[in-house]
């Protein structure tokens, strides 16, 4: 029996679930990795594996992409199968993709408790699939380790029945870990070509999938009054392509096209920008640590990183091709101070969570040894509430 299950699919899990691993190594706690296969592109996840110099995940499920129905189906399949073959004691997910839904539902009806890595973001978006996806995951979860107070607030007022723990976000970890060895590894900046730059990414179905949204990115980056290096999610391309955009953009003076970049380059494409552009929510948060401290610009109607935009960090700007120009000439214009600290923590998250899983397992086996030495041969299950009381019930 392994301990514990860990569970990711796509490059932002890995980025946020390596300073757990490292982690849990730290205290001596044993676990598995899965990876569903969610981001098959080798750039856009197992990259990011090497990177962080992690070991390769014990298994690779290579769900490949496909509708979003099919892909969460054979993904909790898949999960499920492994969850009978290790019986452990705990999972542990991170963030808001269909992997960590599919995950989630099978070790639930599996009766394995599930520690939710970034419980309680909320962007009130419900066009967003992930929106739909956090809110199940939080409500099937055991442990909810929410990164803020603000995060914490949102559990609280949906009334979720798991124990909830403010840990800070391991992004952060993530990004004081790593920058170091970015800036010593990455050549990222010899391949582009200006000297300064506003950094650009976009990738949500809301966003690339509607044509007329893309289009005015497009117009906004090859308008900009700064060029902007335009990394490239698969997703995107393809969208970029089928609307005859591409070409627009690869030919325009002002926009530097990449592929996906590597977790290192992109850090050290990050430090070295101006400003992001972006409709990420990763990207939201990774802006606001130490080594990096940048202002973004949210290309969404919404964002579930609300404290960015009241730390002074990030605007919500809209999808609009005015609003995005107006808002990039008033960050070059003002050239505000730019806060020291991130709302999200000042890098321990990691060890935070590893610390509240180890002491939670260890209760798990003395109440089970409880349970053992009673003789009732139909204990039911017991778990935490939010109160902190133990309550009996079924999973």
């Known amino acids: 029996m392994t301990e514990i299950m860990i569970v990711v699919g796509t490059r932002p899990e890995v980025v946020k679930m390596a300073p757990v691993i490292w982690a849990l190594e730290e205290v001596g706690q044993d676990f598995v990795v899965v990876h569903s296969g969610q981001h098959y592109d080798y750039n856009l996840s197992l990259q990011f594996i090497e990177d962080l110099g992690l070991a390769k995940p014990d298994y690779d499920l290579e769900v490949k992409e496909q509708s979003p129905t099919a892909q969460t189906g054979r993904m909790m399949i898949a999960i499920g199968e492994v969850v009978e073959k290790e019986e452990m004691g705990l999972m542990l997910i991170e963030g808001d993709t269909n992997t960590i839904l599919a995950a989630a539902l099978a070790a639930f009806k599996k009766k394995v408790p599930v520690g939710h890595v970034e419980a309680g ?4 978006d419900f066009r967003m699939p992930e929106e739909h996806n956090r809110r199940m995951v939080d409500h099937a979860s055991a442990y909810l380790f929410a990164p803020t107070n603000h995060a914490k607030q949102n559990l609280v007022n949906e009334n979720v029945w798991g124990m909830i723990y ?27 070509k200006y000297s300064e730059y506003a950094l650009a990414t976009a990738h949500r179905a809301e966003n690339v999938d509607d044509s007329r949204v893309l289009k005015s990115f497009a117009s906004a980056f090859m308008e900009a009054p700064i060029p902007v290096v335009f990394s490239v999610h698969p997703r995107t391309e393809k969208r970029l392509r089928q609307h005859r955009i591409w070409n627009k953009l690869r030919v325009s003076d002002n926009v530097q096209l990449l592929p996906p970049a590597g977790y ?18 990763g990207l939201q948060e990774e802006a606001t640590a130490p080594p990096i401290r940048k202002k973004v610009l949210v290309m969404r109607r919404s964002t579930e990183r609300p404290e960015a935009v009241e730390a002074g960090f990030a605007r919500v700007v809209g999808t609009e091709k005015s609003n995005v120009l107006a808002a990039i000439n008033e960050i070059l214009e003002e050239r505000k101070e730019i806060p020291l600290g991130s709302p999200y923590g000042d890098g321990n998250a990691g060890r935070n969570i590893a610390q509240i899983v180890k002491n939670e ?9 409880v349970r053992a030495e009673s003789n009732h041969s139909e ?7 939010p109160g902190g009381r133990l309550s009996s019930g079924s999973m």
């Not at 973001?121 to 009130?124: A, C, E, K, P, T």
């Not at 800070?168 to 391949?191: C, F, W, Y």
């Not at 920008?273 to 990420?280: H, K, P, Q, V």
């Open 264 to 281: 290192l380059d992109f850090l050290v494409l990050m430090k070295n920008c101006e400003m992001i552009l972006t409709d990420s929510g």
């Open 121 to 124: 973001l909320r962007s009130y």
């Open 379 to 385: 204990d039911p299950v017991l778990f935490k509430v």
């Open 361 to 369: 397992l260890e209760c798990m086996h003395k109440e089970s040894g």
């Open 166 to 192: 403010v840990t800070g976000n391991t992004v952060i970890d993530a990004v004081i870990q790593h920058m170091p060895l970015a800036e010593k590894r990455s050549d990222i900046m010899n391949r582009v």
